[in-house]
């Protein structure tokens, strides 16, 4: 049965608030599974799963599943087309306060175009070793972008922070019900063995990013004397993540040389 059928039958209303968009080709899906090369021995969590095209491939791997999924009326869609696999769990919550996610697990997701920042932040908080997910061909754009380009800032600086980044293929419109306005992305995360304080980080990276057209210089007035000697002519758009890593690590610890 197809997913435009699945919701028919169960009289699902797309809710707007949510930026419901439901895969609906079978062949993305296995090739997202395929890409993610799961195994019985894997955890995945799946963030927004829908009318479950993706969650069905991914159960049919044997990992254990984790689907988290916000809007309780898909349940009966959900519940007929994975009834029979023993290993996922579907979680009717949002994912955004998820208490517990377990360690070494890999997310493998159609990410809600609606809340697609947050999510990131959320992936990189819980430290998921590995993410394949599908979002806006835009937002991919700018997770995969290079000091210099336009779509380069604060969502590219954070990912590639703690994770190697890289595209795998372009999703159109047309594979979704009810087709969005714009194509998507798939991108394969792989964490690196970074250790920073992902809350003080972002801090930083947000307030380099704040205008961005403006030099580091404006945009830190009020920390200049911290980056005594450092050239900050230059906009946080030109610089790479290995420098702005090392401006933050100077600036967190002057911070809590200031604190005592």
């Known amino acids: 049965m197809k997913t435009s059928d699945y919701l028919k039958k169960y009289g699902v209303r797309l809710k707007k608030h949510l930026g419901q968009v439901f895969l609906s080709d079978d062949r993305i899906a296995k090739r997202i599974v395929k890409a993610a090369d799961l195994t019985p021995e894997d955890v995945v969590v799946e963030i927004g799963a829908g009318a479950g095209?993706?969650?069905?491939?991914?159960?049919?791997?044997?990992?254990?599943?984790?689907?988290?999924?916000?809007?309780?009326?898909?349940?009966?869609?959900?519940?007929?087309?994975?009834?029979?696999?023993?290993?996922?769990?579907?979680?009717?919550?949002?994912?955004?306060?998820?208490?517990?996610?377990?360690?070494?697990?890999?997310?493998?997701?159609?990410?809600?175009?609606n809340i697609t920042g947050p999510l990131m932040e959320k992936i990189i908080e819980w430290k998921f070793k590995r993410a394949i997910v599908m979002v806006q061909k835009e937002v991919g754009e700018r997770i995969l972008?290079?000091?210099?380009?336009?779509?380069?800032?604060?969502?590219?600086?954070?990912?590639?922070?703690?994770?190697?980044?890289?595209?795998?293929?372009?999703?159109?419109?047309?594979?979704?019900?009810?087709n969005?306005?714009?194509?998507?992305?798939?991108?394969?995360?792989?964490?690196?063995?970074?250790?920073?304080?992902?809350?003080?980080?972002?801090?930083?990276?947000?307030?380099?990013f704040a205008k961005k057209r403006k030099t580091l210089k404006n945009n830190l007035k009020p920390f200049l004397s911290i980056f005594e000697g450092v050239d900050l002519s230059r906009r946080a758009e030109q610089l790479t993540v290995e420098e702005i890593v090392e401006l933050y690590e100077k600036w967190r610890r002057a911070l809590e040389c200031s604190r005592g």
């Open 53 to 113: 095209t993706l969650t069905e491939e991914l159960t049919k791997t044997g990992a254990r599943v984790i689907a988290y999924e916000i809007d309780e009326s898909l349940a009966p869609i959900l519940q007929e087309r994975l009834s029979k696999y023993p290993n996922v769990e579907l979680r009717f919550e949002d994912f955004l306060k998820a208490k517990d996610v377990p360690e070494g697990a890999i997310c493998v997701s159609n990410i809600p175009y």
């Open 145 to 178: 972008a290079k000091p210099g380009k336009k779509t380069y800032g604060y969502l590219s600086v954070v990912v590639q922070t703690f994770y190697e980044v890289k595209k795998l293929f372009d999703v159109s419109r047309s594979c979704f019900v009810p």
């Open 180 to 208: 969005p306005e714009v194509d998507s992305t798939v991108v394969d995360l792989k964490r690196k063995p970074v250790d920073l304080d992902f809350e003080k980080f972002k801090k930083f990276v947000s307030m380099i």
